[in-house]
């Protein structure tokens, strides 16, 4: 079932990576770190994550054809999906097939072309999904120290991932509170340092922040609280409604539903007054396994 679903997400992928007048940001996303395209041209938030256009590029290697970039892309994103999968097996093995199909599903919504200009795709959804797996997991099973260090590994490719995985920290509460700021502290510093060393390379000079807001007026969130009400792009359909719905289920597992709904109300807050398009499937499909999983937890 496992490499079923892999190879139709390669295929999905392999689809999406076509530049039309729907998706031409994801050729220029993957491109952005080969010889085919001038980096020097591309955006500071695209610049900042390096590290996944890199890899990218080098598992693509020299392609003389289309075809070649089409399928190197549908690779990149059938491996991260094959390794979130085993990742998950090592605990779920028995709930394999209900976790997958579920995850699938979510994960076809961020794909549908009633998205429009946001159906597309970039090299950091795949690492990113399967990192903020590793910091659930990490969490939830208790393991301090390898949270931390998911974390820090997770923004090496991603940086928002640290903004949303630190609040996990403050839930973890088999600790006492002070020792939970000092590793709220000691995984914070990684994370800056990480970013400091990426950027410097990347930009040649440090950055911590390398976001662009689309847009320049301050009114950035009056736009995305409209896109609510819109039945087309309403980013509340995201990985199926499933944020949605979750913020609003009986708290029944103690400190596990409320470090679950911290982030996803996070997540949440950070698209509404963040720069970027809110209804882009892709920028939520790291929280899908993870959303997948607690359902499964708390009602199966």
């Known amino acids: 079932m496992g490499l079923a679903l892999c190879s139709a997400w390669y295929h999905f992928m392999w689809r999406l990576s076509i530049c039309n007048d729907y998706n031409s940001m994801t050729k220029a996303a993957y491109l952005s770190a080969s010889?085919?395209?001038?980096?020097?041209?591309?955006?500071?938030?695209?610049?900042?994550?390096?590290?996944?256009?890199?890899?990218?590029?080098?598992?693509?290697?020299k392609i003389t054809t289309l075809n070649d970039y089409m399928r190197s892309v549908g690779l990149w994103n059938a491996i991260w999906l094959a390794a979130t999968f085993i990742l998950i097996s090592s605990k779920y093995a028995k709930d394999m097939i209900m976790l997958m199909l579920g995850i699938f599903a979510c994960m076809a919504t961020s794909i549908t072309p009633l998205l429009g200009p946001c159906c597309c795709s970039t090299p950091w959804d795949g690492p990113a999904m399967f990192f903020a797996t590793l910091i659930f997991f990490a969490w939830s099973f208790?393991?301090?120290?390898?949270?931390?260090?998911?974390?820090?590994?997770?923004?090496?490719f991603k940086e928002s991932l640290c903004i949303f995985a630190i609040i996990l920290?403050?839930?973890?509460?088999?600790?006492?509170?002070?020792?939970r700021i000092l590793f709220v502290l000691e995984c914070a510093a990684l994370c800056?340092?990480?970013r400091m060393i990426?950027?410097?390379i990347a930009?040649?000079?440090?950055?911590?922040?390398t976001s662009e807001m689309v847009h320049t007026d301050g009114l950035a969130?009056?736009?995305?609280?409209?896109q609510l009400f819109h039945?087309?792009?309403?980013?509340?359909?995201?990985?199926?409604?499933?944020?949605?719905?979750?913020?609003?289920?009986?708290?029944?597992?103690?400190f596990y539903d409320t470090g679950i709904k911290s982030i996803i109300a996070l997540f949440w807050i950070g698209q509404l007054i963040g720069g970027g398009e809110p209804d882009e499937g892709r920028e939520y499909l790291e929280l899908i396994p993870m959303i997948v999983i607690y359902l499964k937890e708390k009602y199966v």
Request: hydrophobic share 55%.
């Open 231 to 254: 039945w087309q792009h309403s980013f509340l359909f995201v990985n199926a409604g499933l944020m949605f719905v979750i913020l609003f289920t009986k708290n029944t597992i103690g």
């Open 198 to 200: 990426i950027t410097s």
């Open 35 to 61: 010889p085919y395209w001038d980096f020097n041209q591309q955006a500071t938030v695209w610049k900042g994550r390096i590290v996944d256009e890199k890899l990218f590029a080098m598992m693509m290697g």
């Open 142 to 156: 208790g393991r301090i120290w390898q949270l931390i260090l998911a974390i820090a590994l997770g923004s090496i």
């Open 169 to 179: 920290l403050f839930f973890y509460q088999k600790i006492h509170i002070r020792h």
């Open 221 to 226: 969130i009056v736009d995305h609280i409209k």
């Open 203 to 209: 930009l040649g000079h440090i950055q911590l922040n």
């Open 192 to 194: 800056i340092i990480a």
